[in-house]
């Protein structure tokens, strides 16, 4: 389903998927090899919102990308669904109808 931010020039909900992201990352064993790995992990992830925001990547493909990388504790879908029921995004529909 075509979602579109309800107030585009608003970050709030990228600043909230950071920290999310951040968090969760943080309980996760850390690759001695490449430790600033999380951070660019955090970056990946919030340009795929991103890409999502700005129409280039659907929320199905968001979703299959977040499940790739599998984040314990963190659901990209949840998370949708959350910034959904806060009015973050609504249906390409229901805006057209408003």
Same mark, same amino acid.
């Given at each position: 389903? &075509?979602?579109?931010?309800?107030?585009?020039?608003?970050?709030?909900?990228?600043?909230?998927?950071? /920290?999310?992201? /951040?968090?969760?990352?943080?309980?996760?064993?850390?690759? &001695?090899?490449? &430790?600033?790995?999380?951070? /660019?992990?955090?970056?990946?992830?919030?340009?795929?919102?991103?890409?999502?925001?700005?129409?280039?990547?659907?929320?199905?493909?968001?979703?299959?990308?977040? /499940?790739?990388?599998?984040?314990?504790?963190?659901?990209?879908?949840?998370?949708?669904?959350?910034?959904?029921?806060?009015?973050?995004?609504?249906?390409?529909?229901?805006?057209?109808?408003?």
């Amino acid at each position: 389903m &075509p979602l579109r931010l309800h107030n585009p020039t608003n970050d709030s909900h990228i600043e909230d998927l950071e /920290a999310r992201l /951040a968090d969760h990352l943080r309980r996760t064993p850390i690759n &001695p090899w490449n &430790p600033g790995c999380r951070s /660019a992990q955090v970056r990946a992830l919030t340009d795929v919102v991103r890409a999502m925001d700005r129409g280039f990547v659907s929320p199905e493909l968001a979703a299959r990308l977040y /499940a790739d990388v599998r984040i314990d504790g963190f659901c990209f879908d949840r998370w949708l669904d959350e910034m959904r029921d806060e009015g973050v995004y609504v249906d390409v529909t229901q805006r057209l109808a408003a």
